[in-house]
């Protein structure tokens, strides 16, 4: 069987080059979508290196033309997509009330209709081929809340359920849609987030000890689970929602 074709948004690094490696090392080809080129080609390189295919691809995923490109350009170069990660996110710390409308439409249009934009283009190849699998990268932000992140916190939650949603939709197609969600986890994205915060330090060490396992989470922590909604074996499973987070949130 040729390898399987996995698009990752957000593979130019943090969780997302992780995430890539790791599909990668499970045998799957790799194209590497991001808004950043020159880290997209690094984690491009980093699995050439183990031996894998990877594939860049400049994605905007606030602009739907550059999703559909995209997805288009992978399916010519390497196939239909039939794994589709999305890793890609953005945050800023701040009280709701000192936050306005920009900000909010940047949220969304981020970190949840960059998931409906990529589902959009990807997920009727996958119904067509009888096989597919989506994992959605949420947060626990979206399962419980968290303060400084109101408008990402919602547009999490609307991740975690538009990924049941589809996973319903599609139950019979043998594509699964199932949410990874993070905790604090050592990234460029949460060192930006907390230095918007009025003492970074300070709110890093609380984050860190409202963990139980009383660490960050590393990206290496994250893509296991990842690589599990990706593989064969995963078939059954869908609709679900995991926290991969030291255990911070443990929803029953
Ligand atoms: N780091 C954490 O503490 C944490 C916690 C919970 C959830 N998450 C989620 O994990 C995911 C990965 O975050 P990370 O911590 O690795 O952050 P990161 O900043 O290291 O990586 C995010 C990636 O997304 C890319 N990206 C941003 N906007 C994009 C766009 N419009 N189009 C395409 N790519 C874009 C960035 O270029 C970057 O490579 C995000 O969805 C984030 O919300 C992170």
């Not at 409906?116 to 959605?136: E, S, Y």
């Not at 919602?154 to 996973?167: C, D, E, L, N, R």
């Amino acid at each position: 069987m040729t390898s399987r074709v996995a698009l990752v948004t957000g593979g130019a690094g943090g969780i997302g080059r992780e995430v890539c490696v790791a599909l990668a090392a499970d045998d799957r080809r790799v194209a590497v979508a991001d808004i950043n080129t020159e880290g997209a080609e690094e984690t491009a390189e980093m699995i050439r290196a183990q031996g894998g295919e990877a594939l860049v691809v400049t994605m905007d995923i606030t602009d739907s033309d550059s999703v559909i490109q995209g997805c288009l350009m992978v399916a010519d170069e390497m196939g239909p997509v039939e794994i589709l990660v999305n890793v890609a996110g953005w945050d800023r710390f701040a009280k709701f009330l000192d936050t306005d409308e920009e900000l909010w439409d940047l949220l969304i249009e981020i970190n949840y209709k960059g998931v409906l934009r990529t589902t959009h283009a990807c997920l009727p190849a996958m119904v067509a081929g009888g096989w597919g699998r989506i994992v959605n990268i949420a947060s626990d932000a979206g399962r419980v809340g968290s303060s400084l992140e109101a408008v990402y916190s919602g547009a999490k939650g609307a991740v975690i359920a538009f990924s049941k949603t589809i996973a319903r939709e599609v139950a019979r197609s043998g594509v699964t849609v199932n949410s990874v969600c993070p905790g604090p986890t050592d990234t460029a994205l949460l060192a930006s987030a907390a230095d918007s915060a009025a003492n970074p330090e300070r709110m890093l060490g609380a984050l860190e000890g409202a963990v139980p396992m009383k660490r960050l989470g590393q990206p290496s922590d994250i893509a296991p689970a990842v690589v599990y909604f990706a593989s064969e074996g995963s078939a059954f499973t869908t609709g679900q929602t995991v926290s991969v987070s030291g255990g911070l949130t443990m929803a029953g």
